[in-house]
């Protein structure tokens, strides 16, 4: 009694102390990959089975926005860090104004079909945490195993690619395995129209600049990161016919997005007919981009793992805006398909980033002769998490709007427009909430 009352601590105190996360579940868990492989565990999310495509993120922190990006959905995410939970979770709930976007993660909730970590902590210590990873894949209905080898996992993922996978819990983790047409295939299912809005939405409506935003499963960022930089952003689903509204706006925006871009051939429709009738500034990211590179002429292919961490470097190609031919910028990425380089490229475009590490296509740019503005990468600026080196980017995208727009102002004789004065309104580096 005594000693107990002496290390208690005032609230305000104890505030950030380690936190347990209580009992983990005792339920066994197995991973099992369509190609054979079984890893044996321990649950301690729901208590349920699913399939999914196995994929691996050689990522060291931000697990809460890996896991609520809606481009992770049908996926069993195995993360490569080993120490997963250790800060724990915070509440999701950000005021609903027009200048925000209503959550602080990446989305409403947990958009992954499962998790694989080697070691969840069992306590989580942070100043915004209201709980543990293990409670919030219960409460979210996500299973999740630990005490699995994650780096022999990664190993043969890396060998013979993304696997389709079940995470089996309970009594089904030692049932025998599926057979092979019972493993569940996410590519050939359209995820996008799962995630992307029913219906058209704005935020800041008083903003600057009008930007339309095609939303094929868009993470909270991007929309923070126009929004902060005053563009009044009206997000439309996926297929929506921007053709008949494009006139309301001054750029067009293509959003990340989950599975095959194959699936969304009616994006690339509607874009295409864009870029040939619409001179505006385009910015696509991720599946925008390789939605831009379709309605280009390019083709997309499936990388054997892709790419998924923040720790990706990209090179830079050609200048535009804040990003300088030649430097390297280190990338936040998630993503399994990627453009084919080809030689020559569409004419009006050039590639604009190249991977450092697997030379695939980074990001495309309609050319300075085309009278274009038009850029899609596949790496993801507005990060969250990973790091800011190509946040600018937003930045640069909205200047370009403001410039067409002051060009085509109709300008009384003997007036000249300075262009840059139309520029960097917001702060050159808004600080984004990782
Ligand atoms: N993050 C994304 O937009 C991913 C795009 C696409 N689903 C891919 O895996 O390549």
């Given at each position: ?5 002496i290390?208690r ?13 209580g ?16 890893f ?10 699913v399939?999914g495509?196995?994929?691996?993120s050689t ?28 800060y724990g979770?915070?509440s ?7 200048q925000d ?6 989305s409403q ?17 942070h100043?915004?945490?209201?709980e543990s990873l ?7 209905n ?26 089996a819990?309970?009594a ?5 395995a ?9 590519s050939?299912e359209?995820?996008v ?7 058209p939405?704005?935020?800041?409506p008083?903003g600057?600049i009008k930007i ?22 009206t ?10 509204i ?18 969304c051939?009616?994006?690339?429709s509607?874009l ?13 990211i ?6 831009i ?5 390019l ?13 990706q470097?990209?090179?830079a190609l050609?200048?535009a805006?804040s990003i ?10 998630n993503?399994?398909y ?7 490229f569409?004419?009006?475009?050039e590639?604009f980033f190249i ?7 980074e ?12 850029w ?5 600026p507005?990060?969250a ?19 067409h ?6 300008t ?11 520029m960097?309104?917001q ?8």
């Amino acid at each position: 009694m005594f000693a107990r009352s002496i290390i208690r601590l005032p609230t305000t105190l104890s505030r950030g102390f380690a936190t347990h996360t209580g009992p983990l579940s005792a339920l066994p868990a197995t991973l099992r990959l369509k190609t054979g492989q079984s890893f044996h565990g321990r649950s301690f999310g729901s208590p349920r089975s699913v399939f999914g495509e196995t994929v691996f993120s050689t990522s060291i922190t931000s697990y809460t926005e890996s896991m609520t990006d809606p481009s992770y959905r049908g996926q069993i995410l195995v993360f490569t860090t080993p120490l997963i939970g250790n800060y724990g979770i915070p509440s999701n709930n950000a005021p609903i104004d027009s200048q925000d976007v209503g959550v602080v993660l990446e989305s409403q909730g947990i958009q992954c079909s499962a998790i694989v970590v080697a070691d969840v902590a069992e306590k989580f210590s942070h100043h915004s945490a209201v709980e543990s990873l293990a409670s919030w894949c219960r409460r979210s209905n996500i299973p999740a195993i630990t005490g699995v080898d994650t780096r022999a996992i990664t190993r043969l993922l890396r060998d013979q690619g993304t696997t389709l996978g079940r995470l089996a819990i309970g009594a089904d983790a030692s049932a025998p395995a599926p057979v092979s047409e019972q493993y569940w295939d996410p590519s050939i299912e359209n995820l996008v129209d799962q995630v992307s809005t029913k219906y058209p939405y704005q935020l800041n409506p008083t903003g600057k600049i009008k930007i339309a935003v095609l939303d094929f499963g868009v993470k909270a960022n991007i929309l923070r990161s126009l929004v902060r930089r005053n563009a009044a952003v009206t997000v439309l689903p996926w297929n929506y016919d921007f053709n008949s509204i494009r006139d309301k706006f001054d750029g067009l925006f293509l959003t990340n997005g989950p599975g095959n871009p194959g699936q969304c051939m009616e994006a690339v429709s509607i874009l295409r007919k864009t870029l040939q009738e619409w001179n505006k500034p385009v910015f696509g990211i991720c599946m925008g981009h390789q939605i831009i590179g379709m309605a280009a002429g390019l083709e997309a292919y499936r990388m054997t793992f892709g790419n998924r961490g923040h720790n990706q470097p990209v090179l830079a190609l050609a200048s535009a805006g804040s990003i300088k031919a030649g430097r390297v910028y280190v990338t936040s990425q998630n993503h399994q398909y990627a453009l084919k380089l080809s030689d020559p490229f569409p004419q009006g475009w050039e590639p604009f980033f190249i991977n450092c590490n697997d030379s695939s296509v980074e990001g495309i740019k309609s050319t300075p002769e085309s009278g274009k503005k038009v850029w899609g990468v596949q790496f993801h600026p507005e990060s969250a998490g990973g790091p800011l080196d190509t946040i600018e980017m937003f930045t640069d995208f909205l200047d370009e709007c403001r410039v067409h727009k002051a060009e085509n102002v109709k300008t009384p004789v003997g007036t000249t427009i300075d262009a840059a004065s139309f520029m960097r309104e917001q702060p050159a580096r808004v600080q984004v909430t990782a």
